[in-house]
């Protein structure tokens, strides 16, 4: 449930914790005032994001808290008492509320760490040291340079939060040469972030199957397939949208930030 940058006034209800099937909790950015609202029950959380808002007094993790969470965000409140449980471990953010000003102050909980480590990046130890020229990329399937179609993809409520589990993404990179029709191997992901809107930002390129180009009709199937969702992840990570760069094809030149060729632009196919 996400109602982030709503404007949304005044305290929670109090049976929020009746919607038992909800798995992220996002009402962050609001105006919202009370008591941070009762977990218990939501077995299904993954995360909860509640940070810039103004709940204050105190705050109970409870003694039901289910096994799936993984981040409670309450930075920037005015929270003055935490009340933790032996059943969680994983991240609790208080960065900002005035419980950072007592015996808190010197806990994991109340330091700023970077919320957006750079963590991922398809694997290309087998290539070595190998360079290509400033608009090609290495291929981490053939290790060959090549114009890859790049571009980023966001998406809008993954299911999860930590961004060093390698096997998450590699469940995205088969997925994409399996769907796409691409050699496998040919995907290359990197940078993965959580940006202002939090939604997860990756960068994306991917290969050609023979050769250093895609032709003007593989650019336009994959970019149909990418700009129109016919490609589906996996499903932890959720909905999604693509912005794709402009395309380098075989015969055309960089021109004011738009690839030309004589018979017209080349450009990106989103």
């Known amino acids: 449930m996400r109602l982030d ?8 209800p109090s049976n929020l914790n009746n919607l038992t099937n909800v798995n992220e909790l996002n009402l962050a950015y609001n105006q919202l005032t009370g008591t941070v609202p009762n977990l218990t ?27 799936s969470l993984q981040l409670v965000d309450l930075q920037n409140n005015q929270i003055s008492s935490v009340t933790l449980s032996s ?9 900002g509320n005035p419980v950072c000003n007592t015996s808190l102050s010197n806990t994991v909980y109340c330091q700023n760490t970077d919320e957006n480590p750079k963590t ?27 114009y890859a179609y790049e571009g980023t993809l966001y998406f809008r409520g993954p299911s999860f939060r930590e961004l060093f589990d390698s096997n998450i993404f590699h469940s995205l990179e088969s997925s ?4 796409l029709n691409l050699t496998p191997g040919s995907v290359f992901l990197e940078n993965p972030f959580f940006n202002i809107n939090d939604y997860l930002q990756i960068q994306l390129a991917l290969f050609p199957p ?5 032709n003007r009709s593989e650019v336009a199937r994959i970019g149909f397939a990418m ?8 499903h932890q990570f959720g909905p999604y949208y693509f912005i ?15 690839y030309t060729s004589g018979g017209g632009g080349g450009g990106s196919c989103n």
């Open 244 to 258: 794709a760069s402009p395309y380098h094809f075989q015969g055309t030149t960089l021109q004011g930030g738009l």
């Open 41 to 67: 029950g939501m077995d299904h959380l993954s995360y909860v994001k509640l940070k810039d808002n103004s709940f204050n007094d105190t705050f109970s993790m409870g003694d039901s808290i289910g096994g």
């Open 227 to 234: 700009s129109n969702q016919t490609y589906k992840p996996p």
């Open 176 to 179: 994409l040469w399996n769907k």
């Open 120 to 146: 991922y990046a398809t694997n290309l130890a087998n290539c070595g040291n190998k360079l290509c020229s400033p608009d090609e990329k290495l291929n981490p399937q053939s290790c060959e340079c090549a």
């Open 87 to 95: 059943g969680y471990t994983n991240s609790l953010v208080l960065v």
């Open 5 to 12: 940058r709503n404007s949304l006034i005044g305290p929670v």
């Open 210 to 214: 023979t050769g250093k180009y895609f």
